[in-house]
C-alpha cells in the first residue's frame, strides 16, 4: 500500500494562509492524491483531490510537485471552523482502499 | 437525509457479547467501506464492498469480525465476542466508484464502547 507522511501537528492563525504538507515517495503514475479532513467528533470529509495539475475548489487548493511525490494542502484564510486533522491519501486504482495514516492536526489560533 | 447513515450512534456491551452495528449508504453509490479509529488514532481500514463482487475483506482484525451487505445497499458490520480493545469508533462510507475518482462520504460513525 503507498503510505504518506504527514507532520503531526501544526498551527495557525485565523484568518492566514495555512500551508499542509505531504510526502508520497512512492506514488505510483496513476495514485490520484486525495485529502480528507475530520472535524472534532465527526467523520472524515472530503476536502480536494488531484493527479498532477494543481487543482482548486471552493474549500482550498492543492499543489502537487512536478515529480509527485510531495503535496500540499494550501488553506487561504484558515477560520476556527478549519480546526482538524488534516488527512493526505493516495487512492491506487484498483486498491479501492483508503489507507489513513494520523494526519496533521491544525490548531488555529483566534 | 441524504447522508450516510450510521446507528446506533453509541453502543456499550459487555465483554463477550455480540454487537451488531448498521450503515445506511448514500442511495445510487455502489462502494462501501467500514473503518475503525480507536481514541487518538488514525482510520484503520476494515473491509469494503464493491458492487457484486467480492469484498475485500483484508482488514478485518480477527474472525470475530464479520460484515455483510444486502441488496447492495444496507450493510451491517458484526463483532462477536466483543473484547476491551474493539472499543473505538466504527466509521462507514459510500461512494459512487468512478474509475479513480472515489469522493468517499464518512457517516457520523458508532461509538462503541466494551466495558
Known amino acids: 500500500d503507498a503510505k504518506t507522511t504527514q507532520p503531526n501537528s501544526m498551527e495557525s492563525n485565523e484568518e492566514e494562509p495555512v500551508h499542509l504538507p505531504c510526502n508520497h515517495s512512492?506514488?505510483?503514475?496513476?495514485?490520484?492524491i486525495h485529502w480528507y479532513r475530520q472535524l472534532p467528533s465527526q467523520g472524515p470529509e472530503y476536502v480536494i483531490h488531484?493527479?498532477?495539475s494543481n487543482v482548486n475548489n471552493r474549500m482550498a487548493s492543492l499543489a502537487i510537485a512536478e515529480d509527485r511525490k510531495s503535496s500540499t494542502l494550501i488553506l487561504h484564510r484558515a477560520t476556527l471552523r478549519d480546526a482538524a486533522v488534516y488527512y493526505c491519501?493516495?487512492?491506487?486504482?484498483?486498491?479501492?482502499?483508503?489507507?489513513f495514516g494520523t494526519g496533521t492536526r491544525l490548531k488555529v489560533l483566534a | 437525509g441524504a447522508g450516510v447513515s450510521q446507528s446506533p450512534s453509541n453502543k456499550v456491551t459487555e465483554k463477550g457479547k455480540d454487537v451488531e452495528l448498521r450503515c445506511d449508504p448514500i442511495?445510487?453509490?455502489?462502494?462501501l467501506y467500514w473503518y475503525r479509529q480507536s481514541l487518538g488514532q488514525g482510520l484503520e481500514f476494515l473491509i469494503y464492498?464493491?458492487?457484486?463482487?467480492?469484498?475485500?475483506k483484508s482488514g478485518l482484525p480477527s474472525d470475530r469480525f464479520s460484515a455483510e451487505r444486502t441488496g447492495g445497499s444496507v450493510s451491517t458490520l458484526t463483532i462477536q465476542r466483543t473484547q476491551q480493545e474493539d472499543s473505538a469508533v466504527y466509521l462507514c462510507?459510500?461512494?459512487?466508484?468512478?474509475?479513480?475518482?472515489?469522493?468517499?462520504?464518512f457517516g457520523q460513525g458508532t461509538r462503541l464502547t466494551v466495558v
Open positions: 491519501i493516495l487512492d491506487r486504482p484498483g486498491t479501492y482502499k483508503y489507507i
Open positions: 464492498f464493491q458492487g457484486n463482487s467480492a469484498p475485500d
Open positions: 462510507a459510500s461512494s459512487f466508484r468512478q474509475g479513480a475518482r472515489t469522493e468517499a462520504f
Open positions: 512512492t506514488i505510483s503514475g496513476t495514485d490520484y
Open positions: 488531484g493527479l498532477t
Open positions: 442511495s445510487g453509490h455502489t462502494a
